[in-house]
RNA sequence: GGACGGGUGGGUGAGUGGCUAAAACCAGCAGACUGUAAAUCUGCCGCUCCUUGCGGGCUACGGAGGUUCGAAUCCUCCCCCGUCCA
């Protein structure tokens, strides 16, 4: 471990603070960093996720991004993988008991988990811990001393269980468990502060209260905005389909970042860029007098974003690869490629079933009257159309709605 | 354990024997307009077959049986949720 360089505790919170939702208490945060600062050991920050879901999306992102922040001025980032808490699951509403996932199951999860952070996070300086590892070994005994450092109204207190029970909705009793479980990595790990989104506040304070039954110093709560998805008004969440992966192709990241509202971009600039806060705040004047497109703008952030995940030379081809296609109206260079076998004619709306641009038949055909579909930039209309897939080799350029566009070749 | 209320399409939620593939709203999709933005307008929105027609078939109102020419709607049993009482 090198010595990190710190920055004055100015500029750390400075740097810290950008886009933060809440920080309790902010002068603790400030007194341990000046600890740190003076005994010269980096705070442990630590941010624990269920590996349940194990496609990253830019959602996720917004959390990690911070917890690098930290890690970028020298203090220790945990990644905790609440691989026995999964099995509990966040009450969420309509939370169930899952089914404790095997050994082999959270170890896959946690690979393609990681393989993803660490497009954020450096490897190198991350401590990645599993909380099986000390809620596996929990006794019953255990369990219930745990509880008993808390009490049931607190627990209500909790927004989503309030809610329910005003709403006459079921709450099962193990889900007033989860908090007080991975209250536990907290005590465990020693943690100074936790991060979480603005939905994990309730339990990162209970994870706080509890350090301090356990003699520890209580650990700082630090909590991000939830990033709103696409679609401009609920969260970015895989279920929803308003999200943009942090895998998928470049070309995909930019359609899709250019889908957003014009007012939504600059919350995705103060939470998924490295932008400044006086920047965004320039960028932001320049669009409302008209100096800037708004476009553009969102042209940048869309290049800046994807950069950080493809780096430069993607950003760049994206760009040019959508300017190409919307702008110009150009069809697409690179549309992926499918190869068919040769055979009899087929019909059209058959095809997009099986080339997956389609749900079904019905849909396929729908699609076709109202005119989303087009061979070679020409409109397809006719239910009846058929594919002539009887000449080997040739080519044809289907799209499928605004965005799907598939290069079809004939074997 | 008892009393009562409830379970309808992706969501909310109408519908108490046929006119109901099931109102309305939301979400979603396509087209127009644009900056693949928002807003707006138009159309679509269970699956499937073809001769693409205000066409045929199949599936659907927690589950299983039953009554009926006909059931989301009536009956029986079961499952699930909530409220109150203990």
């Known amino acids: 471990m090198s010595e990190p360089r710190h920055k004055s505790i100015d500029e750390q919170l400075a740097y810290i603070h950008k886009g933060a939702a809440e920080i309790i208490p902010e002068t603790e945060l400030r007194a341990k960093l000046e600890q740190s600062a003076k005994s010269g050991k980096p705070l442990r920050v630590y941010l624990g996720v ?12 917004v959390v990690l991004r911070k917890l690098k922040h930290f890690q970028d001025m020298g203090h220790t980032a945990i990644f905790l993988i609440g691989d026995f808490s999964a099995m509990i699951g966040d009450p969420t509403g309509q939370s169930e008991t899952r089914p404790p996932l095997s050994r082999e199951q959270v170890d896959a999860n946690a690979q393609t988990y990681l393989a993803q952070v660490y497009k954020i996070l450096d490897p190198e300086k991350t401590e990645v811990r599993y909380n099986s590892e000390w809620l596996g070994k929990m006794s019953s005994y255990d369990v219930v001393r745990l509880c008993g450092h808390y009490r049931l109204a607190r627990m209500l207190e909790r927004e989503d269980f309030r809610s329910r029970l005003e709403k006459n909705l079921p709450i099962s009793v193990h889900e007033l468990l989860y908090p007080l479980l991975t209250a536990c990595d907290a005590v465990e790990l020693k943690s100074d502060v936790e991060l979480g989104a603005t939905e994990q506040k309730f339990n990162i304070l209970v994870h706080r209260e ?3 039954e356990y003699g520890l110093s209580p650990q700082v709560v630090f909590t991000m905005p939830i990033l709103v998805g696409l679609d401009g008004a ?25 889908s957003i509202s014009d007012d939504l971009m600059w919350s995705y600039y103060e939470l998924l860029t490295d932008f400044a806060p006086p920047v965004i705040v320039r960028l932001k004047e320049e669009v409302r007098t008209g100096v800037l497109h708004p476009m553009d703008a969102k042209m940048q952030l869309a290049h800046t ?3 950080n995940f493809h780096g430069e030379a993607a950003a760049r081809s994206a760009r040019d690869e959508f300017q190409r296609v919307f702008r110009d109206r150009q069809s697409p260079e690179d549309a992926p490629v499918r190869k068919l076998p040769r055979g009899a004619p087929k019909r059209l709306s058959a095809l997009l079933v099986e080339l997956n641009l389609a749900p079904s038949r019905a849909e396929a055909e729908r699609l076709i009257k109202q005119g989303g579909v087009e061979i070679d930039g020409q409109r397809v ?29 004939v074997d």
Not at 383 to 407: C, N, Q, T, Y
């Open 50 to 61: 269920d590996p349940t879901a194990p496609d990253l999306h830019l959602g996720h992102t």
């Open 381 to 409: 209309d006719d239910v009846k159309h058929e594919i002539d897939l009887s000449r080997p080799g040739s080519r044809f350029l289907l799209r499928a709605g605004k965005k799907k566009f598939l290069r079809i070749i």
């Open 305 to 307: 974003i994807i950069a």
């Open 210 to 212: 509890i350090q301090r």
């Open 234 to 258: 609920k969260k970015m969440s895989k279920s929803l389909g308003n999200y943009v992966g942090i895998n998928e192709p470049p070309k995909d990241m930019f359609g899709k970042l250019m």
